[in-house]
């Protein structure tokens, strides 16, 4: 009898809610909302994902960054900008033991442009291109795809100002999720113009949200005096309605900008990479300026940005360093594994290779000879609780192991052990000595980029 897929997940909600149930009532400690575990059967994912970042990245002479999670509450403030939901509703900020006011970091871009400063890297021209990948930390209302503790992988370039840059991190983006194998993903662009042809079009949108203040929600009611631009990010109904004709950013921005951005898309379209215009798109955070873009699905209801990213130049500038040009994106890591897992299948990492052996010498010779394996780079295993060779072949199939060492005492005084193949279900009897280099040998030269 099979059972429907829904069928199993209702009842794996069901354990999760008796198990949470249960905390409460025996005072266990759960982890904080919003903020998972990813447990060992689904890590096969994040490696894939992270491999696969790495491999790409570094192909485009990205360097790897790390930056702490924690860091001064004003770096965010003064970069993200204090009207952005991120910074008003959303920072885990505190005072720490000393009363300095800090923040788990929302986004990477602030550390990565701070890092740069504080280490002169800029002065490198060979380092000026990094990714990073790691947890970020937002207080929203969690939900499938939107979390407070999520991941992103993280890209930023930096000191070069031309248009097919832009395009390059943009195709790179591209060529990462297709390594993937993501499918049914829209690319949106925009241009948030620059801050001079910005503020053309500050003073029109300002007096169009005028002219429908009565609608707007309070929080775009305040917006609209301090960072207008801002409401375009509001979820609430009413103000995305009022939003429907107001003016549109693409028809203010200056020459200059125009000009970069139909660079950007020719060289776009030269690069074979689809893209949809869309002068609706913002972005929710203050330091973007010219280039801007999403790459959004239909697949994860609400949440249906898997990553973003844009221009900005004057950031580096802003935060206290010299005057160099900046481009970068995120994408978040939950999204995208939601998505891959709904459209393919990956597997486990599981042992090669199976010791198993009955007796309490051959358990001792088996215990030698799975470290030997294993220091030869093959992925093996073995039970420790001395059972039956039955329920030992079972825990070999049960971790799909293709090859199964079997050493029972009769062979062990005879010097031997038996190898059986567990895909064509085939056994060998081979000397002791010859295990290992057997192994080395049928396990081939993709040992090593391999689970074994
Ligand atoms: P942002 O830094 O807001 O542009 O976000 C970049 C990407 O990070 C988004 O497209 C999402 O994929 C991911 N992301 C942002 N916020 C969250 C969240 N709260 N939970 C999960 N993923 C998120």
């Known amino acids: 009898m099979t059972f429907p897929l829904p069928f199993f997940r209702e009842i794996s909600l069901l354990v999760d809610f008796v198990i949470f149930f249960q905390g409460i ?24 994902v992270e491999q696969t970042a790495r491999m790409v990245m570094e192909d485009f002479g990205y360097y790897e960054i790390r930056t702490p999670v924690l860091e001064k509450l004003e770096l965010f403030a003064r970069s993200i900008g204090e009207s952005t939901d991120i910074v008003e509703k959303e920072m885990y900020a505190f005072a720490d033991r000393k009363g300095d006011l800090v923040s788990l970091r929302p986004e990477a871009t602030a550390s990565i442009v701070r890092a740069l400063i504080q280490h002169n890297l800029h002065a490198d021209p060979l380092v000026r291109k990094f990714y990073a990948i790691g947890p970020m930390f937002r207080h929203e209302r969690p939900q499938k795809g939107r979390y407070r503790q999520f991941h992103q992988i993280d890209v930023e370039a930096f000191g070069v100002d031309d248009p097919m840059l832009d395009a390059e991190v943009i195709y790179m983006l591209r060529l990462f999720l297709e390594r993937l194998g993501l499918v049914g993903v829209v690319l949106h662009l925009n241009s948030l113009g620059c801050p001079s042809c910005r503020s053309s079009y500050r003073i029109l949108l300002q007096s169009y949200l005028a002219d429908h203040a009565e609608t707007l929600c309070p929080d775009c009611e305040r917006r609209r005096h301090t960072n207008p631009l801002r409401v375009f990010d509001c979820k609430v109904e009413r103000c995305q309605s009022v939003l429907g004709d107001a003016p549109i950013l693409g028809d203010s921005i200056c020459e200059e900008c125009a000009s970069h951005f139909a660079r950007v898309k020719s060289y776009l379209s030269q690069l074979q990479t689809p893209f949809l215009v869309n002068p609706r798109m913002v972005r929710g955070l203050d330091y973007y300026m010219r280039t801007t873009f999403e790459v ?5 209801g609400a949440q249906n940005a898997i990553g973003g990213g844009g221009r900005y130049n004057g950031l580096v500038k ?82 799909a192991a293709q090859h199964v060492v079997i050493i029972g005492e009769n062979e062990l005084s005879r010097g031997e052990a038996q190898i059986r193949d567990m895909i064509n279900k085939t056994q060998n009897v081979l000397s002791l000595d010859r295990i290992v280099p057997t192994l080395l040998e049928m396990c081939g030269k993709d040992r090593k980029s391999s689970n074994g």
């Open 25 to 48: 009532v025996m005072g266990l400690i759960q982890a904080i909302r919003g903020m998972n575990d990813i447990l060992p059967n689904e890590i096969a994912w994040w490696q894939r």
């Open 296 to 300: 959004i699905t239909d697949q994860l």
């Open 318 to 399: 802003d935060l206290g360093g010299p005057d160099i040009p900046g481009i970068g994106f995120a994408i978040g890591m939950e999204r995208l594994i939601l998505l891959l897992q709904q459209n393919q299948q990956v597997g486990t990492p599981s042992p090669r290779i199976f010791v198993a052996a009955l007796g309490e010498a051959s358990r001792t010779r088996g215990f030698l000879l799975l470290q030997e394996l294993r220091k030869e780079g093959l992925a093996a295993d073995m039970e420790y609780e001395g059972r039956s060779l039955k329920s030992q072949m079972r825990r070999a199939d049960k971790l």
